[in-house]
């Protein structure tokens, strides 16, 4: 009975060293603050990225899609973007800004408190319209469960609605 308790608060000191570890983090904009037209694919398999066909990124089959394209324009959509990602829990900027056509996002999960980052670029299309570009990735781990994905297209969703 000693000993399983003994485990129990280890396992809860070690649960608590982590969560500290991970919430007093920095959000190094050097790090986390990447153009996605050009980011490299990370090594770990827990991002999502949605650029424009003519992007120069190394495309993945399963993690890269394409972006819609909007009436707005850069500027406008950069907006409604924002409003969209800051509306969302747990969200901060950690660089640049949607004014600046260039913004990093970090969203933390819910418990541990675990980063993910978000970086977005605003482009304003050649003939008028708009379209962004948008890398989602995780700081820790291997496996997000399609979150990085889930939060892209939750978030392009809202856009093209707030847009609408």
Known sequence: MIIAIAAV????????GIRLGVVKAKDDPAVWHVDPLTSANPKTPNWHRVVPADS??????????????FTAS???LGAAFDAVAMGDERVAVVAG???EGHVTYVQRS???QFP??????????????????VFSRARYGQKDFDVNKKRVERWLDATQKRLA
């Open 116 to 133: 993910d980052y978000v970086s977005v670029r605003f482009v304003d299309l050649p003939d008028g319209g708009s379209t962004l570009a």
């Open 74 to 76: 850069a500027s406008q």
């Open 110 to 112: 819910k418990l541990m």
């Open 9 to 16: 608060l280890v396992a809860v000191a070690i649960g608590v």
């Open 97 to 99: 800004s949607a004014a």
């Open 56 to 69: 120069t990124v190394d495309r993945h089959p399963d993690r890269d899609a394409h972006p819609p394209t």
